[in-house]
């Protein structure tokens, strides 16, 4: 089997709250992020989900390296991307790259487009104009705009023309993984779709890989092959899409996919996503069921992940 080209393996994130005693001595700890494990094929899509809170900003932080491991280690192709040995800022930016959420907050507003998408090609050593303009070039066309449009600036263009740009940035450096943070939650429903094909099309064109953090559980759904749900810092189920989608099995997956508004449905409570059912037929237990957060200042209770599919896994309190 091919090498996974991203691998995220018992990655723990913890932040010091304050109080505790004399000269901060017995600080609690808040465990933003859980022993989680993932790989990443390339050319795939993995979803992050969960409610605000979960951890999965966090861990897509942590990937980029703006947000540094408590534990556990980060590879991409095999070689450490945080701790001893990892690459600094400049060698990881040709690795992994990000579109943000709101596509006009992360543009420099006195910058045109064309300063803004040279800036990383001149910070990484490239200053031929020839080539800087060349890749320039191309690369807007490959996000649906022209090269004409490089001298104007972020407030002339619409909302899906700015994350256009923004798309386009993410790329120039040519990475093989680019996290999407909430790519299309800022922009008009018209234009959600539009966006979505094109990061669809880049994908297969340039053979890219995504890490997307989405609460949109329908883009989730139409870009993705596979999913973790967070819950608490912790993956609480694993599968591809199909399998979450269609056959969610721990009830705050359930919860989550009842959440998704449904035109053709009654309107009527979705009583089986809340039902009371913490157990699998076999009698292993959840280790919760959605309903009592957890004491975010105190590590989950010890638990594993079942595979109950092949390549669908849950959760558990044990597996006894």
Known sequence: MTAPLLQVDDLHVRFPISGGGLFGTGRRMLHAVNGISFDLAKGECLSI?????????TTAL????LQEPTEGTIRYRGQPLAGPGAPGRMQRAKAVQMVFQDP??????RQCVRTSLAAPLKLHGITAASEIEGRIE?????????PEQARRYPH???GGQRQRIGIARALILEPEIVVLDEPVSALDVSIRAQIINLLLDLQEKLGLSY????HDLSVVEH??????VMFFGEVVEEGGWRQIFETPTHPYTRRLIAAIPDPDAA???VAAAFAPDATLPDGRRFVSDGSAAPDVFKPPVPSALVEIAPGHRVRLASTA
């Open 211 to 214: 890490i997307m953090i989405s």
């Open 62 to 65: 942590s990937i980029l390296g």
């Open 267 to 269: 309107l009527n409570p």
């Open 156 to 158: 002339e263009f619409s």
């Open 49 to 57: 989900v969960g409610e605000s809170g979960c951890g999965k900003s």
């Open 104 to 109: 006009y907050a992360s543009l420099n507003p």
């Open 138 to 146: 191309a690369m807007l066309k490959n996000v649906g705009l022209t």
């Open 223 to 228: 870009m993705s092959d596979r999913v973790l």
